[in-house]
């Protein structure tokens, strides 16, 4: 997309009731939402970039099976924008959503403000997995939900790094529950790290993680 204001609500590419769709070596730059996945069965991610992303470099609307590797979200450098989220989740969740080596990381100073965001979501059983990833660049929290997110289940980070010292780890809302949950071989340097406890919080693994803010759980 050309220099200039950025349209609102503009999709740098869309895929609508795909199924089964592999995308490969692609760039989004410059758009609101740079990557929307809306409807139909499966979406793989290799070795895709973004840049410029208004709001959202990455939007998953109701799409079952997303698996991401080898790629980056945000680019070094001056040219990127303050925007609100590197991946939201919204309408059905994905029950499966698997994200490895791969990079969120915005550069000549603009900040997310969060690296996955719950935004009007109903949730469906959902596996989230991140495994060697690396996530900077983040002003308020990492993780976000909304009151129609009534649980967050089985999300795993494995042996990643989250640099964002200013953020919160969580900011979940009081109607979210965690459910499930395993952190292992990760380093947290955050501004703070809280999950209050609650009934419907249920084997939730934090094991070999060095977490380098104030945390209470």
């Known amino acids: 997309r050309a220099a200039g204001t950025i349209p609102a609500s503009s999709r740098g590419i869309l895929i609508s009731g795909g199924n089964n769709v592999i995308l490969d070596n692609v760039k989004s730059a410059r758009s609101d939402s740079c990557f929307y996945v809306s409807g139909g069965l499966s979406i793989r991610f290799n070795r895709v970039f973004t840049q410029a992303c208004a709001t959202d470099h990455l939007v998953l609307d109701s799409v079952p099976e997303v698996y991401i590797q080898n790629s980056r979200f945000g680019t070094n450098g001056a040219g990127d924008l303050s925007a609100t989220d590197y991946i939201k989740i919204t309408g059905t969740d994905p029950n499966t959503l698997f994200v490895t080596q791969t990079q969120f990381n915005q550069g000549g100073g603009a900040n997310v403000l969060y690296w996955l965001n719950f935004v009007s979501a109903t949730q469906t059983n959902g596996i ?49 529950q965690p459910v499930e949950w395993e952190i292992s071989a990760s380093e947290f340097f955050c501004a703070d790290m809280t999950l209050a406890p609650t009934a419907a919080i249920s084997k939730v693994s934090i094991t070999s993680t060095n977490i380098g803010c104030q945390s209470s759980f």
């Open 128 to 176: 989230y997995r991140f495994t060697n990833d690396y996530v900077e660049t983040v002003s308020s929290a990492l993780i976000k939900s909304d009151a129609g997110q009534s649980t967050i289940l089985r999300l795993g980070i494995v042996n990643s790094l989250f640099n964002a010292t200013g953020a919160s780890v969580f900011a979940l809302n009081a109607a979210t």
